[in-house]
């Protein structure tokens, strides 16, 4: 038997840890990345905000440009940021601010608003509003420009707080639900080991389904649990069944042949001794067919539930038998026939106990019938194959039809036996979907027949 693996319950945690902790990644960068998106924007509509202010204190007059940038442009922006700005004429000439702050301006989006970039000034990462106010003038570029620059340190503290405190909200939120989540899993095995409790806790013989109340996933559990059990019980039944039934019938045989060795053990002639030895052959003769029988009857009801069903040509199977039958009968004069289609007459069974129970009907009729005739006819009839044996003899009386269906019934005019014969060919037709019939023919011919169904 191979050793347990690894639990359900690890396994059911380590998975549902992992898409936690997935689902947990995947959170953590979509607030990243929408916490940046976020905390650009504000700032950059800040950032635009201080340049339109410094561009509507922007105006023409006699001949240049004049800017009074207000103070309160400046205030909006963040404190611990580094701030410059500079504002170009149409001739591109700065006339307010750092003279050396002279960013690539986008000329062609001007006239669309203001634009807010990304670049660097004196190696400090800065974001670089463009505002352009149109002046009174000729040129390709008729443009007064307000450049507003901004480190960009607080918007990545800013964005890098928020992250922060969103990872830690994660991380508690993960810790709790994994608790949760391990709590959960194990309420929701906990029927699974009320089960090996239960299973473990029985007696040996207790065979009784299990009754207890399982959730809907478990429940197919339960049922393969309880239909193995119910197989199991079949099972034992029938071998106790077997076991009783070969102590009952062995019996009396078994008795007789040890009291026809102590009679044989006291007989001081000849001709008791011999009188003694025919009854001990014929006891043994006895005794062996009985255990023969008892072991095909238990040989077939373990068959029945264990052997896969195959293909099987029933002419060919029955033209055998018989062959093999009437070999112990050679010199017997009998009318033979066996009558069956060209075709194949196809089955799905088991060959070796359709073979028992074949044998057993030919032994039944060359024992105790068949005087002068044995017929075998195989037809189909709709969608069965009926194999019908017929002969000659006394038969079987209608009113005993239904008792020698049956295992060890009484036997006719004493005769010798456990009355297994039929009783196998009626096992062997119940595994099969099949029937087992008695009848007279016309010619009032006792006839044996099986019908099978055929093979698709």
Known sequence: MTGPGRSLYTRLAVRVGLVLAMSGVILLVAIVLSTRFAANEAYDRILTGSALQIAENTWY?????????????????????????AVLDPQGRVVAGDAEFRPAIPWSKLEQGPQVLQGSYLNLPVSIAFV???????????????????????????????????AIAIGIMGVLTVIAALFTLYQALAPLKQI?????????????????????????????????????????????????????????????????????????????????????????????????????HAMVQHRAESMPQEPVDLANLARDEMADMLSHHAQRRLDLALNAPDQPCL??????????????????????????????????????????????????????????????????????????????????????????????????????????????
């Open 132 to 166: 352009g106010r149109r002046m009174p003038v000729a040129g390709d570029h008729p443009w007064a420009v307000v450049m507003l620059a901004q480190t960009n340190h607080a918007r990545a503290a800013f964005a890098r707080d928020l992250v922060s405190n969103a």
């Open 196 to 296: 090996s409790a239960d299973i473990r806790q029985r007696d040996l013989n207790d065979l009784s389904p299990l009754t207890q109340e399982v959730p809907a996933e478990i429940h197919p559990l339960v049922l393969s649990i309880n239909q193995f059990v119910e197989r199991l019980t079949v099972h034992r039944t029938l071998m106790r069944r077997v076991i009783g039934d070969a102590a009952h019938q062995l019996r009396t045989p078994v008795a007789a042949l040890l009291s026809q060795m102590e009679m044989l053990s006291m007989q001081r002639d000849d001709n008791g001794r011999n009188r003694h030895l025919g009854r001990l052959r014929e006891l043994t003769q006895q005794l062996g067919e009985l255990v023969n029988q008892l072991i095909n």
């Open 61 to 85: 007059q006699n001949g240049s440009v004049n800017v009074d940038a207000p103070l309160s442009a400046f205030s909006m922006l963040t404190a611990n940021d580094q701030v410059f700005y």
């Open 347 to 456: 089955i799905l069974g088991d060959p070796l106990t359709l073979r028992e129970a074949i044998r057993n009907v030919l032994g039944n009729a060359l024992r105790y019938g068949a005087p002068t005739l044995l017929h075998i006819d195989i037809e189909r009839i709709h969608t069965d194959w009926r194999l019908r044996i017929t002969e000659d003899g006394t038969g079987i009386p209608e009113a005993d039809w239904e008792r020698v269906r049956k295992p060890f019934s009484t036997r006719d005019g004493n005769r010798p036996g456990a009355s297994l014969g039929l009783s196998i060919v009626e096992e062997v037709m119940r595994a099969h979907r099949g029937s087992l019939h008695f009848g007279w023919s016309g010619q009032r011919h006792f006839a044996v027949t099986l019908r099978f169904p055929a093979m698709e």
